[in-house]
């Protein structure tokens, strides 16, 4: 069974961080005539700058506006939540095999497939859509339940990977009993801890 990501509470601020991810600062250069100065912008609607800000669109102003309130909330909310929500909402699923049968290595974990860009259907672990998938599966090294695992296997790989290969063996039917009952505790940690730093944001 997929195991979404996503929950109604903070899906506003996760369509934000979506769009804060995605590519806000190539709009914004692409909208700016290149004689105005990108840093001059942000001094504009921090200061307000009459004369430079007749010259520039409201799109321009909305988006450096929306730029600089969520880079200042996502520092306000220290480097570890950051860099919690930008492993959910930047960071592209990894993947393995190719064609009609490649699978998402952390799909099993819990992937969005309601936000802006992402895929729409994801059926019998395959991806069926050439859109990049993201979600809250790639914390699963993050997770107490894996992190616990990973610990008393012996193995020379990292956590990441290994939790990589872990997501694909229980995709296949691979797992050992142990290995899938790590596998269904994992996704409500995983999504417990993108919902701990939404909570962050939101605060």
């Not at 250069?29 to 004369?51: C, F, K, N, S, T």
């Not at 600089?68 to 930047?90: D, F, K, N, T």
Request: glycine content about 10%; charged content about 25%.
């Amino acid at each position: 069974m997929v195991l979404w990501c996503t929950t109604d509470a903070y899906h506003r601020d996760a369509v934000d961080l979506a769009r804060f991810y995605g590519d806000v600062d190539g709009q914004i250069r692409g909208l700016v005539a290149p004689a105005q100065d990108y840093e001059a912008l942000a001094m504009v609607v921090a200061g307000g700058d009459a004369d430079h800000e007749r010259r520039m669109t409201d799109q321009v102003i909305d988006l450096v506006g929306f730029e600089s309130e969520m880079r200042a909330a996502l520092h306000g909310i220290g480097p570890y939540w950051e860099m919690v929500l930008e492993q959910c909402y930047r960071e592209v699923m990894a993947t393995s095999g190719t064609g009609k049968g490649e699978l998402i290595s952390r799909a099993s974990f819990g992937i969005d497939r309601d936000l802006p860009r992402r895929a729409e259907t994801i059926s019998n672990w395959e991806r069926t859509t050439l859109v990049p998938v993201r979600g809250c599966g790639n914390l699963a090294h993050l997770v107490p339940v894996l992190i616990y695992a990973f610990d008393h296997e012996r193995t020379r790989l990292e956590i990441g990977p290994w939790v990589d290969r872990l997501g694909l063996k229980f995709q296949r039917g691979q797992a050992s009993p142990d290995e899938s009952a790590w596998c269904h505790k994992a996704p409500q940690q995983c999504t417990d801890l993108r919902d701990e730093g939404l909570g962050r944001l939101h605060r």
